[in-house]
């Protein structure tokens, strides 16, 4: 999942942003909304975090444009103006939550999780394919019951990959969803993360595997005995 974070306090912003690498999302962070449009632009985002006084405007603003605009990802405004008001306009303007600062990196997350589940509108937002169970919220990787173990980068590829089961995910789609802006990214990371995944899910006895398209990208699909199955 992709994460577009828009404060102007730089050592907050640094701070989430790194919880929230450590939790396996790709997050871009920009001071203001020119930047926040600009990144708008150029990426597809699975969810908003918002300041709502911005130094080029207010943020409750633009996410009203955002929302007459049709966009309707889920949205978390923050602030340290908490008066009742206030509260009802920014839930009036189009925001599915809204925190009070200083904020707790960590409640931050959790209604992160809680906006995202009400999103997908399922009590059980789990992703099957074969005998793998991913869970997007948790980030959270199964096969046969058992836990999975593997690196952030290689959760933010399975999820790509099972969004598109069975069809071609191209490399810059699958680049577009893993990677922020700012990372640093070798040229053959993207390969890297497919070996280390197709590792992870042979030694599991999952009922799946990663094939390439020879320049084009890669599909996930399941084995042959699984799919006659």
Same mark, same amino acid.
Request: a neutral charge.
């Given at each position: 999942?992709?994460?577009?974070?828009?404060?102007?306090?730089?050592?907050?912003?640094?701070?989430?942003?790194?919880?929230?690498?450590?939790?396996?999302?790709?997050?871009?962070?920009?001071?203001?909304?020119?930047?926040?449009?600009?990144?708008?632009?150029?990426?597809?985002?699975? $969810?908003?975090?918002?300041?709502?006084?911005?130094?080029?405007?207010?943020?409750?603003?633009?996410?009203?444009?955002? !929302? !007459?605009?049709?966009?309707?990802?889920?949205?978390?405004?923050?602030?340290?103006?908490?008066?009742?008001?206030?509260?009802? /306009? $920014?839930?009036?303007? *189009?925001?599915?939550?809204?925190?009070?600062?200083?904020?707790?990196?960590?409640?931050?997350? /959790?209604?992160? !999780?809680?906006?995202?589940?009400?999103?997908?509108?399922?009590?059980?937002?789990?992703?099957?394919?074969?005998?793998?169970?991913?869970?997007?919220?948790?980030?959270?990787?199964?096969?046969?019951?058992?836990?999975?173990?593997?690196?952030?980068?290689?959760?933010?590829?399975?999820?790509?990959?099972?969004?598109? /089961?069975?069809?071609?995910?191209? !490399?810059?789609?699958?680049?577009?969803?893993?990677?922020?802006?700012?990372?640093?990214?070798?040229?053959?990371?993207?390969?890297? *993360? $497919?070996?280390?995944?197709? *590792?992870?899910?042979?030694?599991?006895?999952?009922?799946?595997?990663?094939?390439?398209?020879? *320049?084009?990208?890669?599909?996930?699909?399941?084995?042959?005995?699984?799919? /006659?199955?």
């Amino acid at each position: 999942m992709r994460i577009l974070l828009v404060d102007h306090h730089a050592d907050f912003a640094h701070a989430v942003q790194g919880q929230l690498l450590d939790c396996g999302f790709a997050v871009d962070v920009t001071a203001t909304l020119d930047e926040a449009a600009a990144a708008f632009g150029c990426a597809c985002y699975d $969810i908003l975090l918002l300041e709502l006084a911005l130094p080029d405007g207010s943020g409750l603003d633009w996410l009203k444009q955002l !929302r !007459r605009d049709g966009h309707s990802m889920p949205a978390i405004m923050m602030s340290s103006l908490n008066d009742l008001g206030r509260r009802i /306009a $920014i839930f009036n303007g *189009g925001a599915d939550d809204f925190l009070p600062k200083p904020v707790s990196t960590d409640e931050l997350i /959790a209604r992160m !999780r809680a906006v995202l589940r009400r999103s997908t509108q399922m009590t059980t937002p789990v992703v099957t394919f074969g005998n793998l169970n991913f869970d997007p919220i948790g980030r959270q990787v199964s096969v046969g019951g058992r836990p999975l173990k593997i690196a952030r980068r290689e959760v933010c590829i399975l999820e790509h990959l099972l969004s598109r /089961a069975g069809r071609t995910v191209s !490399r810059a789609s699958l680049e577009d969803s893993l990677y922020a802006f700012d990372d640093e990214v070798s040229t053959n990371a993207l390969e890297v *993360g $497919i070996y280390r995944l197709r *590792g992870h899910l042979s030694q599991s006895g999952a009922t799946l595997k990663i094939k390439t398209a020879r *320049g084009i990208g890669y599909i996930l699909e399941l084995n042959g005995a699984a799919s /006659a199955a």
